[in-house]
């Protein structure tokens, strides 16, 4: 159960990176309708991600590395790196958000040339961070209700 509910979650990160992919062809093409649409399923979608990231968290606790030595130092990099840019990357999105809908597509488009890349950074990162994890990780136990 612990491993659907990742992979569930892994699931919906990935798609949140499409749609974002989507989003960005569409306004590159000057849809301004359709490229709200894609970029707030996106958000949805992210947002979703968290319910079941969190879920799993909350009833299983935290899941530990335990593959090849050689790769520890490699996985908690891509771990690590995920992490900080997930964080980052929440922030990011409200305000890209909050601007848009002000009007502001100036400042929008500003800040929306560094939140695409690091939104699909961290989308790619959780999928591989899953797959590596369903082959490799063991139960840490942790905070699990
Ligand atoms: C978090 C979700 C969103 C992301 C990641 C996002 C991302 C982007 C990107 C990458 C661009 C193109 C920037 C460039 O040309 O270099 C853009 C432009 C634009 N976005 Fe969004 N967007 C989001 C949500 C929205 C929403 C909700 C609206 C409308 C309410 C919107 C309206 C626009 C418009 C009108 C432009 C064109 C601005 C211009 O060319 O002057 N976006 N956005």
Redesign the pocket.
Same mark, same amino acid.
Request: aromatic share 14%.
């Given at each position: 159960m612990s491993q659907l509910l990742g992979d569930i979650a892994a699931v919906l990160i990935a798609l949140s990176g499409v749609a /974002?992919i989507v =989003? /960005?062809v569409l306004?590159?093409r000057g849809d301004?309708v359709r %490229?709200?649409r894609a970029? @707030?399923t996106?958000?949805a979608l992210a947002g979703l991600f968290l319910v079941f990231y969190l879920l799993k968290w909350g009833l299983y606790g935290t899941t530990r590395y335990a593959g090849p030595e050689e790769w520890r130092g490699a996985y908690y990099a891509l771990l690590l790196s995920h992490t900080v840019l997930a964080a980052v990357n929440g922030p990011l *999105?409200l305000w @890209? @958000?909050y601007n !848009?809908?002000k009007g502001r597509? =100036?400042v %929008?488009?500003a800040w !929306?040339?560094w939140? *695409?890349p690091v939104?699909l950074y961290v989308a790619a990162t959780g999928w591989v961070i899953d797959q590596v994890l369903a082959r490799y990780g063991e139960s840490a136990g942790g905070i699990g209700f």
């Amino acid at each position: 159960m612990s491993q659907l509910l990742g992979d569930i979650a892994a699931v919906l990160i990935a798609l949140s990176g499409v749609a /974002v992919i989507v =989003g /960005v062809v569409l306004i590159r093409r000057g849809d301004r309708v359709r %490229h709200p649409r894609a970029m @707030l399923t996106a958000t949805a979608l992210a947002g979703l991600f968290l319910v079941f990231y969190l879920l799993k968290w909350g009833l299983y606790g935290t899941t530990r590395y335990a593959g090849p030595e050689e790769w520890r130092g490699a996985y908690y990099a891509l771990l690590l790196s995920h992490t900080v840019l997930a964080a980052v990357n929440g922030p990011l *999105v409200l305000w @890209l @958000l909050y601007n !848009a809908f002000k009007g502001r597509f =100036g400042v %929008h488009k500003a800040w !929306a040339r560094w939140t *695409v890349p690091v939104w699909l950074y961290v989308a790619a990162t959780g999928w591989v961070i899953d797959q590596v994890l369903a082959r490799y990780g063991e139960s840490a136990g942790g905070i699990g209700f």
